[in-house]
């Protein structure tokens, strides 16, 4: 077994306006870094289109089909001053979720040890009624609730290493007590929710929140301290990563001070809670990160211990 990579050029059909920062030329550098030689032994998946259907696990009818009508024929429209729809939206959309969806078949199938989603656009601030944040489907929650609805797990646990909250997973999480769900962020930032005190109908969120300009040192002893604990007591059948590499130092829209090391170093972490207790088994799905470079880097630093973890 090794390390999956799912991808589908659909997602360079959602666009965005010019100066937008969650944009095609993402994924175009995600891409790129994944071509080096080092990842010649990734098993390539296309990105499967999500039947609209599969989208209720997160998300009301309603709401569905309001974003499907919304979507344009021409052009861009917003949501909201963050969130827009171009016609290749919900095409794109559909597809991240297939994508997911992909990886906990193949993850555990047993296809793949683990699996990584490069898909845009993100998922984790869309919640079950509301789209926002450049995100439409909650596919990190979605396909939580599909490895405990369709394959009958007992317990899924998602980690959001994202810098910002991710209120949509939350959302929909909430009162899944099968879910755990834990989420390191900056303090105050967008969208503002993440509290410690928020922690789900039945305890299953674990909220910690950083303060601007933590760094490296601060981020790896919170992880220490809370996250690791909590994933490791909870012992999840499969674990769900909300991989953004927005902590960056680099990156334009928040004020932590990672690096790719870093995010390398917490992917090793969390291939051990997964190793502990599911046969290594990891989801891991493209979030935000907008600083291109950093970007880049800090995608193939997490799917290198992906694939070492993998092997
Ligand atoms: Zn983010």
Not at 80 to 97: E, F, N, Y
Not at 237 to 262: K, M, T, W
């Amino acid at each position: 077994m090794t390390t999956a990579l799912i991808t589908h050029p659909d997602a360079l059909t959602h666009v965005t306006p010019p100066g937008h920062p969650e944009r095609v030329a993402r994924i175009e550098a995600v891409n790129e870094a994944l071509t080096a030689p080092e990842f010649t032994f990734l098993i390539r998946e296309a990105a499967p289109l999500a039947d609209a259907s599969q989208a209720l696990n997160g998300h009301p009818q309603g709401y569905i089909d309001k974003l499907r009508a919304a979507v344009p024929v021409s052009g861009e429209v917003a949501l909201d001053p963050d969130t827009w729809l171009s016609p290749g939206s919900w095409q794109a959309a559909l597809r991240g979720l297939g994508g997911c969806l992909r990886a906990v078949d193949m993850v555990l199938g047993g296809e793949a040890r683990n699996a990584f989603v490069a898909m845009r656009p993100p998922g984790h601030h869309a919640e079950a009624r509301r789209a926002m944040g450049f995100c439409l489907l909650s596919n990190a929650a979605i396909a939580a609730k599909y490895a405990l609805d369709h394959h009958g797990l007992a317990r899924v646990a998602v980690m959001d290493f994202d810098v910002h909250h991710g209120n949509g997973t939350q959302d929909i999480l909430w009162d899944e007590p099968r879910a755990l769900f834990v989420s390191t962020h900056q303090m105050p930032l967008y969208p503002g929710t993440g509290a410690p005190d928020e922690r789900g109908a039945h305890d299953n969120i674990l909220n910690v929140p950083l303060p601007p300009h933590s760094d490296g040192a601060r981020f790896r002893a919170e992880v220490e301290r809370q996250v690791l604990p909590r994933l490791d007591g909870f012992a999840p059948d499969l674990l769900i990563v909300s991989a953004g590499f927005d902590a960056h130092r680099a990156d334009p829209l928040a004020q932590l001070d990672l690096g790719a090391e870093d995010f390398a170093w917490v992917t090793e972490r969390l291939c051990d809670i997964a190793d502990a207790h599911c046969g290594g088994r990891v989801v891991s799905t493209l979030e935000g990160g907008y600083d291109l470079d950093a970007l880049a880097a800090s995608v193939a630093a997490h799917v290198k211990v992906l694939m070492e973890r993998g092997a």
